[in-house]
């Protein structure tokens, strides 16, 4: 894969993120059917640590961060961890360079997928504390 | 030269493979560090050369020293794209594949190159089959949509 293929490839991730950011701006998925449902929250009746954050999405681009937040804490806390491979690939498109890769320690790894386990569960307990984590 | 994991076509000049990050030099049994020590490995001394390591440091006899497996080898591990799949698209294949980039780096560590690269693309895999089957289920609802859009008319 030569260089120009990598930058156009990084082009087309910025261009393609943009688009649903664009997309998701206008089009609210709480009142649109523009957005199938969730299908483990349609079968199950459960949510899964992916409910809320296309709506939550769309808050955050409206610039409700609470809203956001509420809708799912994790996928805003999230976000800051998707935005470095972002930029890298901005850095590519633009500068031919990415930034330095930075590789999680294993530990990290199967922490957060600890995390994601213990988060699909807590979110669907119908107690004070958890509900926070439900959309 | 193409690559031996991976069969992806690379210059003749490289050392590691574009696509799976595999090292491209010789064959795919020499890659594997565990069985055999590199062959103009000097005798590690101690005392020579690191006074301040610990002794424990010294190479077991039949296990390459794991710092000396890979040196320089960045297999990905896909994680960013596990994530995004786990939290926005669709939740069993990024859990699988979040699973399979932790073993890249367990791997890595022990210095199985051949089984971090295994690992790194079984969590790409996941990464598009959980991609492919939230895209699915999405094509599929628009087009029960179209149909009872049509259906009311």
């Given amino acids: 894969m030569s260089a120009t293929r990598r930058r156009l490839q990084a082009l087309g991730v910025i261009l393609a993120v943009g688009a649903v950011a664009a997309f998701l701006y206008l089009v ?70 990415e930034l330095p890769y930075v590789r999680w320690p294993v530990w990290a790894i199967k922490a957060l997928f600890w995390l994601i386990v213990l988060y699909w569960i807590l979110r669907n307990v119908p107690l004070y504390p958890f509900t926070i984590l439900a959309p | ?22 090292p491209l030099t010789g064959t795919p049994g020499q890659a594997q560090p565990q069985t055999q020590m590199p062959p103009q490995a000097p005798p590690i001394t101690p ?48 859990i699988v594949a979040i699973i399979f980039a932790s073993q890249v780096g367990t791997k890595l560590a022990v210095g199985d ?29 628009i087009l029960l949509a179209v149909v009872a859009e049509m259906a009311n008319m």
């Fill in chain 2, 113 to 141: 190159v051949q089984g971090a690269v295994e690992a790194s693309n079984k969590a790409k895999t996941w990464c598009w089959v959980g991609f492919g089957v939230g895209l699915g289920v999405m094509l599929l609802w």
């Fill in chain 1, 28 to 97: 609210n998925p709480a009142e649109r059917l523009a957005f199938a449902p969730c299908p483990f929250h349609a079968l199950t009746g459960f949510y899964c640590p992916g409910c809320g954050s296309l709506r939550g999405l769309h808050a955050l681009l409206h610039g409700h961060l609470f809203a956001a937040f509420g809708l799912n804490p994790l996928m805003v806390l999230s976000l800051p961890f998707l935005a470095y491979p972002f930029a890298s690939q901005v850095m590519l498109a633009t500068r031919g360079r």
């Fill in chain 2, 47 to 94: 005392s020579m050369n690191a006074p301040s390591r610990p002794v424990m440091n010294q190479p077991i006899p039949g296990m390459a020293a794991p710092a000396m497996a890979a040196p320089g080898v960045a297999v990905p591990n896909h994680l960013v794209w596990a994530i995004l799949v786990t939290l926005f698209c669709c939740l069993p294949g990024g």
């Fill in chain 2, 1 to 22: 030269m193409d690559c031996p994991y991976c069969g992806g076509a690379n210059l003749s000049a490289a050392k590691f493979c574009m696509h799976c990050s595999a």
